[in-house]
């Protein structure tokens, strides 16, 4: 693929290794993301998408190599507030929570702005200009824990936007977001790419329907097995799924005397 020189990389993950114990749960992931883009980064549950966010955002330190943001190694990048992030875990609020859409969206300005100060007209115009662009608006004076749960993931999409990052990551934003709703749900995060210009990572072991809305996908099981456009990927989708999925289940049932194949052995990526 042609890559335009001007435009920087908005993330360089070079031969990054994270292990917890013993075991690597990521290893040598070598990843280049270009500003602009809409990434799907897909692999199936404990193939390291998580551990591999969590090394990006400094939230773990990498045993081996190096994560570059912005064009800054991590640990000298400073200005968190350019990046948003909505975690797996983000739409866990109890029915009674005491806070409504434009509350939980307004604690997104905090970071900027310090916990008690003031909000401004321009600060409250940029919370009302985030709900909108989550297609919340309806529900604004709303109870957060009355909302589903698509609806509270899109909520805290707007509190990471209300501080406008230019790259937002979403580690599978869509458990617990019935089917139907995650046409639509990707659908705005494919306008959020292409009209507001906002680098996105979308994190899912789905890999479904995401093919259609993005624009580059990186597949990981351990190690990085592709990394490409959304329409090279479509091409060789099947050979992808059987090699991050299917394969070992197909080994399980017909060959009993060698157990060891089922898992992944760790061996280099083809
Ligand atoms: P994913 O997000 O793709 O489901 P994770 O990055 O969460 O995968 O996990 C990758 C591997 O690391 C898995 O084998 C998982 O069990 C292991 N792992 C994740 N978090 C921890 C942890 N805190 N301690 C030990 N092992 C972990
Ligand atoms: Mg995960």
């Avoid at 990434?39 to 969590?54: M, R, Y």
């Avoid at 975690?87 to 997104?108: I, L």
């Avoid at 919340?136 to 909520?155: A, K, T, W």
Wanted: glycine fraction near 10%; aromatic fraction near 10%; include cysteine.
């Amino acid at each position: 693929m042609e890559r335009k020189k001007e435009r920087p990389y908005v993330l360089e993950i070079e031969n990054l290794s994270y292990s917890y114990g013993r075991r690597n749960a990521i290893e040598n992931i070598n990843l280049k993301i270009d500003e602009g883009s809409f990434l799907g980064l897909v692999g199936p549950n404990g193939s390291g998408k998580s551990t591999l966010i969590k090394s990006i955002l400094g939230l773990l330190t990498p045993q081996k190599g190096s994560v570059k943001i912005f064009g800054k190694p991590l640990n000298k990048f400073r200005d968190w507030s350019r990046i948003g992030f909505v975690s797996q875990k983000a739409n866990s609020f109890n029915s009674g929570f005491p806070a409504t859409v434009y509350e939980v969206v307004s604690m997104g300005l905090y970071g900027k702005i310090g916990m008690f100060r003031f909000l401004t007209k321009k600060h409250k115009e940029k919370i009302i200009e985030a709900i909108e662009q989550v297609g919340m608006e309806d529900y604004i004076n709303q109870n957060i824990g009355q909302l589903s749960g698509g609806q509270q993931q899109r909520v805290f999409i707007a509190r990471a936007l209300v501080s406008e990052p230019s790259l937002l990551i979403l580690d599978e934003p869509t458990v617990g977001v019935d089917a139907r709703s995650v046409n639509n749900f990707y659908t705005m995060l494919k306008q959020l790419n292409e009209e507001k210009g906002i680098t996105l990572i979308l994190v899912t072991h789905d890999i479904g329907a995401m093919s259609e809305y993005v624009t580059d996908v990186a597949c990981i099981n351990k190690f990085l097995h592709f990394h490409g456009g959304a329409q090279e990927f479509e091409f060789q989708q099947e050979e992808m799924m059987s090699a991050l999925y299917g394969h070992d289940v197909q080994v399980l049932t017909h060959n009993h005397d060698h157990h060891h194949h089922h898992e992944y052995d760790g061996g280099a990526p083809q």
